[in-house]
């Protein structure tokens, strides 16, 4: 890898990016609007959203990176683009880096709106420091850019890049102890979740939502998140293909 090669590849995706401003609104603002939407349905019972918005705060980033990193890098492909470059001496880790570069800076930014949002407008009440829940919220759409990244080695359109969602999103949604904690699951679901990447970003988004002091869970969580993104990552790496199908 050559950070030069890097660094270009993530200039150009910018530039791209700067290019597409739907795919900009919704990376940034979808995230904000789901937030701002939750706390207002339960509005009458401000206590619920403390309980589920922190979980929310991780898992909307992780959802909206995973639809535009993998739809934005399969257009590429599917239009030859990728093709062409990885006919120059540009290695695929450059080009899987590069890409998570650019969309990892779009990711801090979205994971500061939403924190920001949710602590100072929205009146999420948080033990625990917000510069954790920021954390935590980074390291949740990073995991989702690398998933997006990931799946687009497999699908053939934009249309069957957005049907990973249902294979890769929605049984990490259901198992991750968003609607019942993961302990009164039935024991076979329990273990699936275990091992799942989002239950540990609803597990470190908790820990702060509940301790005032980094806890030693707090910590493994935070590490399974970020090992689970560069795994995701080098499996991307590995499976991108030089030609396009």
């Not at 019972?45 to 929310?56: E, H, K, R």
């Not at 030859?80 to 450059?94: I, N, Q």
Request: charged share 15%; hydrophobic share 55%; proline share 5%.
């Amino acid at each position: 890898m050559s950070s030069a090669r890097t660094l270009a590849t993530a200039a150009r995706v910018l530039r791209q990016l700067r290019h597409d401003p739907r795919s900009i609104a919704l990376m940034l603002l979808v995230p904000c609007a789901m937030l701002f939407l939750l706390r207002y349905v339960f509005d009458g019972s401000p206590g619920t959203f403390d309980t589920i918005g922190a979980s929310l705060l991780g898992i909307f980033p992780l959802i909206t990176m995973f639809l535009v990193t993998s739809i934005a890098t399969l257009r590429e492909r599917t239009s030859g683009t990728l093709e062409r470059l990885l006919a120059l001496p540009l290695g695929k880790g450059d080009l899987i880096a590069g890409y998570a570069l650019a969309f990892g800076l779009l990711a801090v930014v979205q994971s500061a709106l939403a924190t920001g949002l949710a602590l100072w407008f929205l009146g999420l009440d948080v033990v625990g420091s917000p510069w954790l829940l920021l954390l935590v919220a980074l390291l949740d759409a990073l995991l989702g850019t690398a998933l997006g990244l990931f799946v687009s080695a497999f699908a053939a359109s934009e249309f069957q890049a957005v049907q990973f969602m249902p294979a890769v999103i929605f049984p990490q949604l259901l198992l991750c102890g968003l609607f019942t904690p993961r302990d009164r699951m039935a024991p076979a679901l329990e273990a699936v979740s275990n091992v799942l990447p989002m239950s540990y970003a609803v597990d470190g988004m908790n820990e702060v939502l509940r301790h005032p002091e980094v806890t030693g869970a707090f910590v493994r969580d935070v590490l399974v998140v970020a090992g689970s993104a560069l795994l995701v990552l080098a499996l991307g790496a590995a499976t991108l293909r030089r030609r396009t199908a």
